[in-house]
C-alpha cells in the first residue's frame, strides 16, 4: 500500500511543479516579459493550459464570478498542497 501512497506523492508533485510552471508563466506573459507572438513561448503556453483547464474548469463551477480575477489556480494549488503535505502523510501513517 506504501507504494500506491508514493506514486499519488509522485503526481502530486508533478502537478505541483506543473502549476508553479503556470503560474510563472501567465505573470511573465502579464507583464510583457515572454511575448506570445513566439511559436515556441505559445505553444508551452497552450500545452500548459491543455493540461491544467480541464482542473480549472470544475473548480471555476463552485466559485464566485469574480470578474477578471481568476481564483481556480489559487484553489487548484492550494488542494495540492493539502492533499501532498498533508493528506498523504496522515495516510500513510495510519496504514503503517
Known sequence: ??????????????????????????????????????????QIWDGLNRLLEPLYSRIRRFLPNTGGLDLAPLVAFIIVIILRDIILPDLYQALA
Open 1 to 42: 500500500m506504501g507504494s500506491i501512497i508514493e506514486i499519488l506523492r509522485l503526481l502530486l508533485d508533478v502537478a505541483f511543479f506543473i502549476m508553479i510552471i503556470h503560474i510563472v508563466f501567465s505573470w511573465l506573459i502579464t507583464f510583457q516579459v515572454l511575448n506570445m507572438r513566439q511559436p515556441l513561448v505559445a
